[in-house]
């Protein structure tokens, strides 16, 4: 079975206020420990932006650390007890609520939003609402899976606790889902390479069953359930 997930280019850092592609200057890791937030950045630069894997990670964070509830709401600085991140959550001009990623008076600010974090939410609904569809279509469920491969830049270094944590896979144990790279270009190598695995390819193109999530009957549904984080992260 397959599918094709409308996830909205969210997860390569377009519609991201600070969102920008992974490349020299992305903050690709991030983790807060000790009060500090600590962050990888593509390069070894100054950050410019967070890339795709980046998001994911500080929306890990911000609903281990209560900054963000299961709703996807950003919580009031009142609210939160750790000075340093009280200290981070600030309003725009709009009055729209952030949460300040860096804190270095050195390069500029780097904030995720509220609206931010809604378009991630968008995004992880529409791949685990997918995903969802495909294992009630094929009469399964995620225990019946032995191993989930995510491919690509974003799927190769994405940190798979952080996309358990904002529930973009329905609940699996992480040791089944493997980083596999560009798995396209390998693919197109070799069937160039070996016709038993090109006349293979060619046979399992013709077994695929396309499923046309837009006009599945319980689609809508399963992506508006979807949205919503998990309750409780399980990864630290």
Same mark, same amino acid.
């Given at each position: ?52 894997? *980046? %998001? ?10 209560? @900054?963000? !509830? =299961? +709703?996807?709401?950003?919580? &009031? ?89 904002? *529930? %973009? ?10 980083? @596999?790279? !560009? =798995? +396209?270009?390998?693919?197109? &190598? ?47």
């Amino acid at each position: 079975l397959g599918c094709s997930s409308a996830a909205g280019p969210a997860f390569e850092g377009a519609r991201i206020s600070s969102g920008m592609r992974g490349t020299n200057g992305a903050i690709e890791k991030v983790r807060y420990n000790n009060d500090k937030m600590d962050i990888e950045v593509i390069g070894n630069v100054e950050p410019r932006g967070i890339c795709g894997s *980046g %998001l994911v990670d500080i929306v890990s964070e911000m609903l281990r650390l209560g @900054i963000v !509830n =299961s +709703s996807g709401k950003l919580n &009031s600085a009142k609210n939160i007890l750790n000075k340093d991140l009280k200290d981070r959550i600030t309003k725009d001009e709009n009055n729209v609520s952030m949460f300040r990623i860096t804190k270095n008076d050195s390069y500029n600010h780097i904030y995720l939003t509220q609206k931010d974090i809604r378009e991630v939410q968008l995004a992880k609904g529409a791949v685990l609402g997918g995903l969802n569809i495909l294992l009630r279509h094929a009469n399964k469920t995620i225990d019946d899976v032995d191993e989930i491969y995510l491919a690509g830049a974003f799927g190769n270094y994405i940190n798979k606790k952080s996309a358990l944590n904002i *529930g %973009l896979f329905p609940e699996i144990e992480v040791e089944k889902i493997k980083l @596999i790279g !560009n =798995s +396209s270009a390998l693919g197109a &190598s070799m069937a160039l390479l070996s016709e038993d695995v090109f006349v293979e390819m060619s046979e399992l193109v013709r077994k695929i069953e396309y499923i046309e999530l837009a006009t599945y009957p319980t689609f809508q549904k399963e992506f508006i359930k979807a949205l919503s984080f998990p309750k409780e992260v399980k990864y630290s």
